[in-house]
C-alpha cells in the first residue's frame, strides 16, 4: 500500500529513526509496519524564526495487511509523485515526420529539440551564439576588460540566459511537463534533490556541465546542432513558413548566408533577440506589446539576510544562504496600483553585466551551486504597462517596450566613464535622494561609479521604487542601509513584447510558426520555458 502524507514537520536535524516515528505516529502504525519511505517534497518555514524547520510530503509503503488511520492530509495513491516517465503526449502520432527548424538554444529550444528528436523526428537546432565554453570566455572578457560581444554574451549563446542568471528551477506553473523537465536535468547531471526541493536551484557553475551534456546527447541522436548561426528573415510561402535565412559565421570569421527550408519552424529567440523582433513586426507577425518590469539590483551582506531570515538557526549545517521574497503595491496616479517586487534573487551571488547591444548597460544575477559569495542580490524592479510607455512618448506599437528598455540602457551606459561599469547608489542615500558618492562593497566587474540614479530613472518609476523599498525594509529590518547598494539598470525582466498564437502553439498569421519559451512572452524562467518549448514539441507531435 502507497500513502502520500503532506505536511510533515520535520526538524533541522531529524534523524531517519526519528522521521520514521513520526510518520508511524501520523498514521497510527508501528515503525515496523512501513517498509520504505521517501520524500517527494521539502520546503522550509522559517516563518517563526525560534523554530525553523522543513515542511515536507512522503510517500510510505506500509504491510498490505496493515490499517492505518489516515489523518487528513493523508490518502492512499497508485502512483508515487516522483515518476518521472515521458509524458504520453510526448510521444509521436504519425512515424513519419518532416524535419523541424528550433531557432534558440534556451531552456524552450533544448527541451523542443530533445523531446522532437527523441520521438525520432529529425531537427536543426540554430542557435547565434557560441557553445557554453566559448561563451564563458567571451563573458570574462566583459567582466575583466569590458569589452562585449554582442553575439556571445550573458543573453546569448547555449543555454540561453538561464545558465548564466543562477539556474533557479522554481516555477509557480502547474503543468505535467513540468516534473519530466527536472526529471532531464537530472538524467544529464543534475542532484537528484531537485525533484523534491520546493526552490530547486542548479547554480551557474553545474548548470554549464548539464547544457554541454545535453548537448552531446542532442548531437548523438541526430540533431543538427550549428552554433553562430543568426536567423536573418522567415521565409513564407502563400501564408505558412517555408524556412529560415541565416548567417553563420566560421571559423575565419567569414560569414556565409544560407536558406533552410522547413515546414515548421519553433522560435525560442529569447527576449533579447531585439533584431529579430524587428524583423518579425516589419513582416507582419502577429505581436503586441505586454507588461514587464524594471529596476536595479540591490546587494546586500548574506550574513544579514541569513540573520533576518533564519534568525538563530542561521549557522545551521542543513541550511545553506538564505533567500528573500519581497513584494509590495503603491499608489500610483496612472493606474490602481503599481507592483513593486524582489525578482531573480541570487543568495550568496553576484550581479553581472548583461548587454547585449554597444553602448548599453543592463545587469542581471547569477550565483553557483554553493552559493558562498559574502554578498546577496535581487532585482527591485517596478511594473511597466504598455499605456506607460506611450505616455513617455515612446509609442503604443508592439516594439514600444524595447525603446524604453534601449533608453534606459543607454542612459545608464553613459553615467559612467569606464565602458560597461554599473552605476550605483547606496540604498540609504537612493531612498532620502542625497547622492554621497559613497558606496558599500561590492564585488561587481568590470568596475562601479557612484552616481544619482535619480538622473537614469524617470520620476514615475524612481519614485514607486524607493517607495518600494521602504517597505521591504519594515518587512526587514535594515534593508534600506548604508551597507547596501543599488546598481543599474535591470531591464531584461521578462520579454516587453507577446507574439499572438492560437490553441495550437502556431503564431495567428503564419501557420508552422511556433513561438516559444520567454521571448514569445509565454514564460519567465528556465522550467516554464522548458515546459512551453515541450508544448510546441507536443504539438507538431500531435498535429493531424
Known amino acids: 500500500m502507497l500513502i502520500c502524507i503532506s505536511n510533515v514537520a520535520i526538524e533541522l536535524n531529524d534523524s531517519q529513526a526519528t522521521i520514521e516515528k513520526k510518520l508511524a505516529d501520523a498514521l497510527k502504525l508501528k515503525p515496523e509496519d512501513i517498509h520504505h519511505w521517501e520524500m517527494v517534497r521539502k520546503a522550509l518555514d522559517a516563518r517563526k524564526k525560534n523554530h525553523v524547520h522543513f515542511v515536507c510530503t512522503i510517500e510510505c509503503h506500509i504491510a498490505d495487511d496493515a490499517s492505518p488511520k489516515l489523518p487528513a492530509q493523508a490518502q492512499i495513491i497508485e502512483h508515487s509523485r516522483l515518476d518521472t516517465s515521458k509524458p504520453k503526449t510526448l510521444h509521436p502520432t504519425q512515424k513519419e515526420q518532416d524535419r523541424v527548424i528550433v531557432v534558440g538554444s534556451g531552456p524552450a529550444g533544448l527541451f523542443s529539440a530533445l523531446a522532437l528528436i527523441d520521438a525520432g523526428v529529425p531537427v536543426t537546432l540554430l542557435e547565434r551564439g557560441k557553445p557554453i565554453e566559448t561563451r564563458m570566455r567571451d563573458i570574462g572578457k566583459l567582466r575583466s576588460q569590458g569589452i562585449l560581444n554582442p553575439e556571445s554574451n550573458i543573453c546569448?549563446?547555449?543555454?540561453?540566459?538561464?545558465?548564466?542568471?543562477?539556474?533557479?528551477?522554481?516555477?509557480?506553473?502547474?503543468?505535467?511537463?513540468?516534473?519530466?523537465?527536472?526529471a532531464q536535468f537530472v538524467r544529464f547531471g543534475a542532484d537528484p534533490n531537485i525533484l523534491i526541493d520546493a526552490h530547486p536551484h542548479l547554480g551557474t557553475d553545474r548548470l554549464v556541465r548539464i547544457i554541454r551534456n545535453m548537448r552531446e546527447h542532442l548531437i548523438a541522436s541526430g540533431v543538427d546542432y550549428r552554433f553562430e548561426t543568426r536567423v536573418d528573415a522567415l521565409l513564407t510561402e502563400n501564408g505558412n513558413i517555408a524556412g529560415v535565412r541565416c548567417t553563420s559565421t566560421e571559423k575565419n570569421k567569414t560569414k556565409t548566408h544560407e536558406e533552410i527550408t522547413a515546414s515548421r519552424v519553433i522560435l525560442a529567440?529569447?527576449?533579447?533577440?531585439?533584431?529579430?523582433?524587428?524583423?518579425?513586426?516589419?513582416?507582419?507577425?502577429?505581436?503586441?506589446?505586454?507588461?514587464?518590469?524594471?529596476?536595479?539590483?540591490?546587494?546586500?551582506?548574506?550574513e544579514w539576510v541569513n540573520q533576518c531570515q533564519l534568525g538563530p538557526a542561521k549557522d545551521s549545517d542543513s541550511l545553506g544562504a538564505a533567500e528573500y521574497s519581497l513584494t509590495h503595491q503603491a499608489k500610483d496616479p496612472y493606474m490602481q496600483q503599481r507592483g513593486i517586487y524582489s525578482f531573480c534573487m541570487c543568495p550568496g551571488g553576484l550581479i553581472v553585466p548583461s548587454p547585449?547591444?554597444?553602448?548599453?548597460?543592463?545587469?542581471?544575477?547569477?550565483?553557483?551551486?554553493?552559493?558562498?559569495?559574502?554578498?546577496?542580490?535581487?532585482?527591485?524592479?517596478?511594473?511597466?504597462?504598455?499605456?506607460?510607455?506611450?505616455?513617455?512618448?515612446?509609442?503604443?506599437?508592439?516594439?514600444?517596450?524595447?525603446?524604453?528598455?534601449?533608453?534606459?540602457?543607454?542612459?545608464t551606459f553613459l553615467m559612467t566613464t569606464q565602458a560597461y561599469a554599473a552605476p550605483a547608489m547606496r540604498i540609504s542615500d537612493?531612498?532620502?535622494?542625497?547622492?554621497?558618492?559613497?558606496?558599500?562593497?561590492?564585488?561587481?566587474?568590470?568596475?562601479?561609479?557612484?552616481?544619482?540614479?535619480w538622473e537614469i530613472i524617470p520620476d514615475w518609476l524612481a519614485k514607486p521604487l524607493a517607495e518600494g523599498m521602504f517597505a521591504f525594509d519594515r518587512k526587514m529590518k535594515g534593508f534600506v542601509s548604508d551597507q547596501a547598494n543599488i546598481l543599474a539598470m535591470e531591464s531584461r525582466t521578462s520579454s516587453p513584447i507577446r507574439m499572438t498564437r492560437g490553441k495550437d502553439m502556431q503564431s495567428?498569421?503564419?501557420?508552422?510558426?511556433?513561438?516559444?519559451?520567454?521571448?514569445?512572452?509565454?514564460?519567465?524562467?528556465?522550467v516554464s520555458a522548458a515546459v512551453d518549448g515541450l508544448k510546441a514539441a507536443e504539438a507538431i507531435l500531435n498535429k493531424n
Open 508 to 526: 495567428i498569421n503564419l501557420a508552422g510558426l511556433y513561438p516559444a519559451g520567454e521571448g514569445a512572452g509565454y514564460a519567465g524562467g528556465i
Open 269 to 302: 529567440i529569447g527576449h533579447s533577440a531585439r533584431d529579430t523582433f524587428e524583423h518579425l513586426q516589419s513582416t507582419g507577425i502577429a505581436m503586441e506589446a505586454k507588461e514587464f518590469a524594471v529596476g536595479v539590483r540591490a546587494e546586500h551582506p548574506q
Open 156 to 182: 546569448f549563446g547555449e543555454g540561453g540566459a538561464g545558465t548564466y542568471t543562477d539556474g533557479k528551477l522554481y516555477t509557480r506553473i502547474k503543468h505535467p511537463f513540468v516534473r519530466w523537465v527536472l
Open 430 to 453: 537612493y531612498v532620502q535622494k542625497k547622492p554621497t558618492g559613497i558606496l558599500a562593497t561590492t564585488r561587481f566587474k568590470p568596475g562601479v561609479e557612484a552616481a544619482d540614479l
Open 356 to 411: 547585449t547591444e554597444e553602448g548599453m548597460m543592463a545587469i542581471n544575477g547569477m550565483s553557483n551551486a554553493k552559493r558562498s559569495s559574502p554578498l546577496a542580490n535581487s532585482g527591485i524592479v517596478v511594473q511597466i504597462t504598455p499605456k506607460d510607455i506611450a505616455r513617455s512618448g515612446l509609442g503604443d506599437d508592439a516594439l514600444c517596450g524595447i525603446r524604453m528598455q534601449r533608453e534606459l540602457e543607454q542612459k
